[in-house]
């Protein structure tokens, strides 16, 4: 069936980096653009990035001011955020979410992981 | 604070009609972007409940239904049941921000 799985959560100082990977099964990945969005505890959503099918094309909320990168290796079906300079409010869970459309970007968000959790904490 | 505004809450019966309002601008709804919905249970990710305004993903009930009318959107629910209780969030693109925003999300109650 149709599956994200994402990894690479954990606890994190001030200042840090950590990547956090997302494996796709049950569809055609390389066909599919991709989004990271996250949840800080107890409040709402927030979109944190996409990636184009091929990756030819990436965008950013524009709050991360280029501490984070998204990228995607396509021969392992996986999705990838590095994440830098990790600041106290950049604590959230995590979501990859396989976008709506087919070989186009449609900003819907089709299909989720379960999520993982980033602290970043002293 | 949120591109996008929902109430914080609404409540219903059982068997009645909520409707969940989600407000935004020329830049996002009230421009050639389309408004998505999601159900979040609690515990649990997001699921896609509307797309494209008013289209349900294969699986959703007939009971949830969307709109939208110039800088606003709105999701429906029908035939209320005790497991629609959760949280409901709004989603579009926003063309001056270049990038996807939420509403901040609104807790539906069922009493």
């Known amino acids: 069936q149709v599956q994200l799985v994402e990894s690479g959560g954990g606890v994190v100082q001030p200042g840090r980096s950590l990547r956090l990977s997302c494996e796709a099964s049950?569809?055609?990945?390389?066909?599919?653009?991709m989004h990271w969005v996250r949840q800080t505890p107890g409040k709402g959503l927030e979109w944190v990035a996409v990636?184009?099918?091929?990756?030819?094309?990436?965008q950013y909320a524009d709050s991360l001011k280029g501490r984070f990168t998204i990228y995607r290796d396509n021969s392992k079906n996986t999705l990838y955020l590095q994440m830098n300079s990790l600041r106290t409010e950049d604590t959230a869970v995590f979501y990859c979410?396989?976008?709506?459309?087919?070989?186009?970007?449609?900003?819907?968000?089709?299909?989720w992981g379960q999520g993982t959790m980033v602290t970043v904490s002293a | 604070q949120s591109v996008l505004t929902q109430p914080p809450s609404v409540s219903a019966a059982p068997g009645q009609r909520v409707t969940i309002s989600c407000t935004g601008s020329?830049?996002?709804?009230?421009?050639?972007?389309?408004v998505h919905w999601y159900q979040q249970l609690p515990g649990t990710a997001p699921k896609l409940l509307i797309y494209?305004?008013?289209n349900r993903p294969s699986g959703v009930p007939g009971r949830f239904s969307g709109s939208k009318s110039g800088t606003s959107a709105s999701l429906a629910i029908t035939g209320l049941q005790p497991e629609d209780e959760a949280e409901y969030y709004c989603?579009?693109?926003?063309?001056?921000?270049?990038?996807?925003?939420f509403g901040g999300g609104t807790k539906l109650t069922v009493l």
């Open positions: 979410a396989k976008d709506l459309g087919i070989s186009m970007i449609a900003y819907a968000f089709h299909i």
């Open positions: 020329s830049s996002n709804i009230g421009s050639i972007y389309d």
């Open positions: 049950g569809f055609p990945f390389s066909n599919s653009a």
């Open positions: 989603q579009s693109y926003d063309g001056s921000l270049s990038g996807s925003v």
């Open positions: 494209g305004n008013n």
């Open positions: 990636m184009a099918y091929d990756g030819s094309k990436k």
